[in-house]
């Protein structure tokens, strides 16, 4: 099934690349099946990327070269390789990379915040939009700065406590039954 979903998610995420001037859509109803199409491939090329990671582990890159490669991904505007070769094999290659000393601290509390960076970034810009033009790299990296603040202080207000209150109510229900001999 995840082969299948992959292979209809890469052939929609071609057709739109084919037909549009970029893959920058997604965040309102009107570019809602554009959207579909990025999440659908990148949710379960992750997924393939886990499970290939969990059958041969990729020997770790250190971070410095993820960064590097990150940057230079972004640097180069075609969505294609990103998505389908670029993305996955950074994923693959930093899964495996065991941050250590105040680097471990910094990566699982920023960790803990991606989501939130993730899901409010694009209201806060936005918002911000009615007030800036963002015309200086400044207002980027202060627009940067109170999205992860933001992030941060919800991960840590809401988010955390209210995985850690499922985690307890869920576990029970997750447990692993052992067999027993009759």
Not at 3 to 22: D, I, K, M, S, Y
Not at 44 to 73: D, E, H, N, Q
Request: aromatic content about 14%.
């Amino acid at each position: 099934i995840l082969a299948a979903v992959l292979v209809f998610g890469a052939a929609l995420l071609f057709f739109q690349t084919a037909h549009l001037p970029n893959l920058d859509y997604g965040v309102s109803i009107q570019g809602f099946a554009v959207g579909f199409g990025r999440v659908l491939w990148s949710f379960f090329a992750g997924v393939a990327v886990y499970r290939l990671w969990r059958m041969r582990k990729a020997p770790s890159a250190p971070l410095a070269v993820c960064t590097l490669a990150l940057i230079g991904m972004m640097a180069w505007s075609n969505h294609l390789v990103w998505d389908f070769v670029g993305f996955p094999m950074l994923v693959y290659l930093a899964a495996g990379a065991e941050p250590k000393g105040v680097f471990r601290a910094v990566q699982t509390r920023f960790g803990g915040a991606s989501y939130g960076i993730y899901i409010l970034q694009w209201p806060i810009l936005l918002v911000a939009e009615r007030h800036f033009r963002f015309d200086s790299v400044i207002q980027v990296v202060a627009l940067a700065v109170v999205v992860v603040t933001v992030a941060l202080v919800m991960d840590r207000l809401f988010d955390a406590p209210a995985r850690r209150w499922l985690g307890r109510v869920l576990s029970p229900l997750v447990r692993p039954r052992v067999a027993t001999a009759r």
